[in-house]
């Protein structure tokens, strides 16, 4: 359940970022003013996202939303070429998820980057990008399921681990398989997991816990589940003996009722007397 809100939460980012490749595409040369405002609306519609640029094929972005950053300097004509988004540019499956990066410029948080690359005619035109606020779409998916008896995690591409709900299990130094398109069981001497991959990014998802917290589940559980069998027992046996009692109570009404019978006598038997005759 997890994964499928995670997956739905990234599926509605990769959604607008494709949305804003084909409006870029189909609106090159159009004023900045435009695309600001363009960006601005494609924001709106995903709280997740914290920012959505439009870098021109010099790494440098050319429309922005938010158009200023927490200092009030423009982020329209800064240079990304060194930022992660531009690390691969030219993906070949049109679409990349990166990992967990440090944001700088237009935010100050650790954000994952969407990327779609533009372009018209053979010609590369630019990037569509949308900054995911990671730490906020796993608070809310994970809203109701993390608990002190286990922990869920959210890892990138490299095992690397995105986010984790709590510092119960320590994430960082659990051994990871690499990256595979299957959901396999994770266990060691001292901790078990569920690992399992997303559909819309490389990222996997992992529910984790201590192998003493699941040994003391699972007496839990059988005390549980022993009580649950006496409690039943006893009360079949309490309605069997009560059931019985009426069936009983009835037989013997039935039986004092036959016993007090009279038999009535035949009419072949019956003898008329002379002045009947």
């Known amino acids: 359940m997890v994964s499928e809100r995670l997956e739905a939460k990234v599926d509605n980012a990769v959604s607008l970022v ?8 189909s609106e090159e040369g159009v004023p900045t003013e435009k695309l600001n405002q363009i960006l601005e609306e494609l924001r709106k519609a995903s709280p997740d996202i914290l920012n959505m640029h439009f870098d021109n094929p010099s790494a440098v972005s050319m429309a922005f939303s938010p158009q200023k950053n927490k200092h009030g300097e423009s982020n329209i004509g800064v240079s990304h ?19 967990l990066v440090q944001a700088v410029g237009a935010s100050d948080r650790k ?13 590369f035109v630019g990037l569509a990008v949308a900054a995911l606020d990671l730490e906020q779409i796993a608070a809310q998916v994970l809203k109701g399921f993390a608990t002190d008896a286990y922990q869920i995690g959210i890892f990138g591409r490299n095992g690397e681990v995105i986010f984790s709900s709590g510092k119960s299990v320590p994430l960082h130094n659990l051994t990871i398989e690499e990256r595979t398109h299957r959901s396999f069981t994770f ?15 490389d990222w996997s998802v992992g529910v984790f816990s201590r192998t003493v917290d699941r040994k003391a589940v699972l007496v839990q559980l059988f005390i549980r589940n022993v009580f649950v069998w006496l409690a039943t027992f ?36 019956v003898f008329l007397l002379p002045t009947q005759r």
């Open 111 to 123: 954000i994952v980057n969407i990327t779609k690359p533009v372009y018209s005619n053979g010609r």
């Open 234 to 269: 006893l009360t079949a046996i309490v309605i069997g003996f009560l059931a019985s009692i009426s069936v009983v109570r009835a037989v013997e009404k039935l039986t004092r009722q036959m016993t007090a019978a009279r038999i009535l006598p035949s009419t072949s038997s």
């Open 187 to 201: 266990s060691n001497a001292e901790y078990y997991g569920y690992v399992r991959p997303l559909a819309v990014t």
């Open 18 to 25: 494709t949305a804003a490749a084909e409006i870029l595409k």
């Open 81 to 99: 070429k060194e930022r992660s988004h531009w690390q691969n540019p030219h993906v070949l499956d049109g679409l990349s998820v990166s990992s």
